[in-house]
């Protein structure tokens, strides 16, 4: 049975706001990521040498590579996104 003022469903967002909430998560994470490199860029001065160029064994140095590229990437990217949202959900 369905009613004409079903609310189960709500109404799609439009693109402008997607396109500003999607500035909001990108602004966030490039603030996140050079954040995490000043507060390590000694460490990553450091092990600069062993992530290039490519040396044998190859499956170690990329393991360290994609270990390094973890943390200063793909983790501020997701942290920021959710900051990002709650943010733009409050303020935007």
Same mark, same amino acid.
């Given at each position: 049975m369905t009613t004409d003022n079903d609310q189960s469903w709500p109404d799609p967002r439009s693109r402008i706001d997607d396109r500003q909430r999607i500035?909001?998560?990108?602004?966030?994470?490039?603030?996140?990521?050079? *954040?995490? /490199?000043?507060?390590?860029?000694? !460490?990553?001065?450091?092990?600069?040498? *062993?992530?290039?160029?490519?040396?044998?064994?190859?499956?170690?140095?990329?393991? /360290?590579?994609? /270990? !390094?590229l973890l943390g200063v990437v793909a983790l501020p990217a997701a942290i920021g996104s959710r900051i990002g949202d709650r943010l733009y959900d409050r303020y935007g």
């Open positions: 500035g909001a998560r990108i602004g966030v994470s490039a603030v996140l990521a050079a *954040l995490l /490199l000043i507060v390590f860029r000694g !460490h990553l001065v450091a092990i600069w040498p *062993l992530l290039w160029p490519p040396m044998e064994p190859y499956g170690q140095w990329s393991t /360290l590579v994609l /270990l !390094h």
